[in-house]
Antibody, heavy 113, light 108 residues
Framework: EVQLVESGGGLVQPGGSLRLSCVASGFSISDNYMNWVRQAPGKGLEWISYITSGSSTMYYADSVKGRFTISRDNAKNSLYLQMNSLRVEDTAIYYC??????WGRGAMVTVSS | EIVLTQSPGTLSLSPGERATLSCRASLSVSSNFLAWYQQKPGRAPRLVIYGASSRATGIPDRFAGSGSGTDFTLTISRLESEDFAVYYCQQYGTSPFTFGQGTKLEIK
């Protein structure tokens, strides 16, 4: 079965850090650009980061630039999101997506004191 | 940043009717890199249309995307019960890859 599975979410205090992982199964991500998209509770979708297949180019939304870092390990068929200096407004479900065609079920990140 | 504005915010229709959803961009979308997604409560988004008019894998032919430049439309020709959901448009031609605010398609 073709799928993406996110992990690493949880509850963290403001100013803290988390690292999300996204592992693909049933297909290889090595030729695909990858993205992270988030959705705050009851809100719409917000794209936050993109990485090319060979990691040569990364883009970020202004809301996370300088705090979040996207990376990938094609040998492990995995995508990552390092999130630092977390804020209350970063509370959301975080989805990874392969070429926007295949999406994971999401990982919940809650930033609260 | 390209701002996408979707209309209407909510669309109330009955099964069998035709749905027309609009997405307007503040700047021209590069190479018509415009996608539509369907999202149901508690579920991840599902790609419906990419490249403004190409149906994604497994999407029935009652879904059709059209438009270019700054004006795009998603049409569902004959609504079925499983089509009622929130629909988002997204441009992925120019970073940041922005989403519209969504149109809720609800049963009348």
């Amino acid at each position: 079965e073709v799928q993406l599975v996110e992990s690493g979410g949880g509850l963290v205090q403001p100013g803290g850090s988390l690292r999300l992982s996204c592992v693909a199964s049933g297909f290889s991500i090595s030729d695909n650009y990858m993205n992270w998209v988030r959705q705050a509770p009851g809100k719409g979708l917000e794209w936050i980061s993109y990485i090319t297949s060979g990691s040569s180019t990364m883009y970020y939304a202004d809301s996370v630039k300088g705090r979040f870092t996207i990376s990938r390990d094609n040998a492990k068929n995995s995508l990552y999101l390092q999130m630092n200096s977390l804020r209350v407004e970063d509370t959301a479900i975080y989805y990874c997506a392969s070429k926007f065609e295949i999406w994971g079920r999401g990982a919940m990140v809650t930033v609260s004191s | 940043e390209i701002v996408l504005t979707q209309s209407p915010g909510t669309l109330s229709l009955s099964p069998g009717e035709r749905a027309t959803l609009s997405c307007r961009a503040s700047l021209s979308v590069s190479s018509n890199f415009l996608a539509w997604y369907q999202q149901k409560p508690g579920r991840a988004p599902r790609l419906v249309i990419y490249g403004a008019s190409s149906r994604a894998t497994g999407i029935p032919d009652r879904f059709a995307g059209s438009g270019s430049g700054t004006d795009f439309t998603l049409t569902i020709s004959r609504l079925e019960s499983e089509d009622f959901a929130v629909y988002y448009c997204q441009q992925y031609g120019t970073s940041p890859f922005t989403f519209g605010q969504g149109t809720k398609l609800e049963i009348k």
